[in-house]
């Protein structure tokens, strides 16, 4: 288990830019978030969150700017932030000719978790994410919905300080999407921090400590859900209405997905 470290940002952009030829994907973000948060990430189609998300994991280097994760600058020290990160993506990749168990211990040798804590932190996920019964089972014949917890399980098998998700409730039914819910609440009681982006605003609103909001690549806003209420003036709205107003999309179908093509 590596230690959190509370006297250090888990997560930390500067300047953080990404360009592809004339487009500008994401602008100079800036943004710093503390241990114990559970950090909502929102914005329209094609905003910019994933694309920020995969500069923030390492997966795609930006044009100009740092990120670092626990400290831990990506550019200058990436196998030290990687260590650190669990990363879940909208539509996560599993090797369908493995099972649920045979894919967690490929994850475990990845990342180097110890033998003789491995098997414990597997089957403890197995049995929280209720697998165990498929867990023998080819990833191939898995739901959306359960593909999912594998991808989650995954990913906090390694004990990451920081956990990325991009659309984690995705296929979950509404019991599971629970579950996930209080772990991911656990997770950030433990002092570590969670970065979420969902375009399911009431997730956001009901259970992320801040929200960053994200649209054609400029982070417009950031704070509470009453800071964000402050800064349009509006008491009691709900962060789909505020969502609506700072991204100037109140005239736009709001039933659409919120979510990057």
């Keep these: 288990m590596i230690p959190v470290t509370l006297d250090v940002l888990m997560l930390a952009a500067a300047g953080l830019t990404k360009r592809y030829g ?14 114990g948060e559970l950090f909502g990430f929102l914005g329209p189609n094609g905003a910019g969150k994933t694309t920020t998300i995969k500069m923030l994991v390492g997966l795609l280097r930006p044009t ?34 493995l099972t649920a168990r045979e894919f967690l211990e490929f994850s475990a040798d990845l990342y180097q978790v110890p033998p003789e804590s491995r098997k414990k932190r597997i089957e403890t996920y197995l049995q929280l994410f209720q697998l165990r019964d498929r867990a023998s089972d080819l990833l191939a014949g898995y739901s959306r919905g359960m593909r999912q917890k594998v991808a989650l399980a995954a990913a906090l098998l390694h004990d990451p300080q920081v956990l990325f998700l991009d659309e984690p409730t995705v296929g979950l039914d509404p019991r599971s999407a629970r579950q996930m819910k209080n772990i991911l609440l656990d997770f950030c009681r433990e002092g570590k921090t969670v970065f979420l982006s969902t375009h399911i605003l ?9 929200i960053g909001i994200i649209d054609h690549g400029k982070l417009i806003a950031v704070g509470t859900l009453d800071e964000l209420r402050q800064m349009v003036s509006a008491d009691g709205q709900s962060l789909e209405q505020i969502f609506l107003q700072l991204t100037g999309s109140q005239d736009e179908d709001v039933a659409a997905p919120l979510v990057e093509p």
């Design 22 to 35: 004339p487009l500008t994907a994401v602008d100079h973000l800036d943004l710093s978030v503390g241990p």
């Design 202 to 210: 009431e997730i956001a609103e009901q259970m992320c400590t801040r």
């Design 64 to 97: 100009a700017g740092t990120a670092s994760v626990a400290g831990f600058d990506l550019a200058q020290d990436p196998e030290a932030a990687k260590r650190r990160i669990g990363y879940v993506p909208d539509a996560a990749f599993l090797y369908e000719k």
